[in-house]
């Protein structure tokens, strides 16, 4: 079975090089970035301006190959690729959830953005606190590790 996507926009941020940037929107606050949305799209922008947050599906498109293992940044263990947010991925997908500041034409400006500029942008989905939210009881490996999250950026492990 082949699955074709295309993208919709183009994900528009300061991180030119994957080295330092922040490894989650957690760690990104108050960065800035733009979406750029292609003609075709723009329709579907309606009734989006009433979301304070949207969820950005996008492709890891300078992620080559993949691991089963990885050792994650926020860890010196190797871990199962599924218990982690590495990019190195069988389907190389991301997922970020950001501030939708506003929406000028075909342009979403928003805000603790933690994606590598020119990252092709797949679906976008607004972030409903009752969907999206819930109550966790296990946190896994990562329990206790997110405390300093501004602080610990991306680096050339997932080249």
């Given at each position: 079975m082949?699955?074709?996507?295309s993208p919709?926009g183009?994900?528009?941020?300061p991180f030119?090089?994957k080295?330092g940037?922040?490894i989650q929107p957690?760690g990104?606050?108050g960065?800035?970035?733009?979406?750029?949305i292609?003609?075709?799209?723009v329709?579907?922008?309606?009734?989006?301006d009433?979301?304070?947050?949207?969820?950005?599906?996008?492709h890891?498109?300078?992620?080559?190959?993949?691991?089963?293992?990885v050792?994650?940044?926020l860890?010196?263990?190797?871990?199962?690729?599924?218990?982690?947010?590495a990019?190195?991925?069988?389907?190389?997908?991301?997922?970020?959830v950001?501030?939708?500041?506003?929406?000028r034409?075909?342009?979403?400006?928003?805000?603790?953005i933690?994606?590598l500029?020119?990252?092709?942008?797949?679906?976008?989905?607004?972030?409903?606190?009752?969907?999206?939210?819930?109550?966790?009881?296990?946190?896994g490996?990562?329990?206790?590790?997110?405390?300093?999250?501004d602080k610990?950026?991306?680096d050339?492990?997932?080249?």
């Amino acid at each position: 079975m082949q699955i074709k996507f295309s993208p919709i926009g183009i994900i528009k941020t300061p991180f030119i090089s994957k080295e330092g940037m922040p490894i989650q929107p957690g760690g990104a606050e108050g960065i800035k970035g733009e979406i750029e949305i292609f003609p075709e799209f723009v329709p579907g922008l309606a009734d989006l301006d009433g979301f304070s947050h949207i969820i950005l599906l996008y492709h890891f498109h300078e992620s080559n190959g993949f691991d089963l293992k990885v050792k994650p940044f926020l860890d010196k263990k190797q871990r199962g690729v599924f218990s982690t947010r590495a990019p190195k991925r069988p389907n190389p997908i991301g997922l970020s959830v950001v501030k939708l500041i506003e929406i000028r034409n075909n342009i979403l400006v928003v805000e603790n953005i933690d994606i590598l500029d020119k990252t092709p942008l797949m679906d976008i989905k607004p972030y409903i606190p009752a969907f999206d939210i819930h109550k966790s009881e296990k946190y896994g490996w990562i329990e206790n590790r997110t405390k300093d999250l501004d602080k610990i950026k991306s680096d050339n492990r997932f080249r």
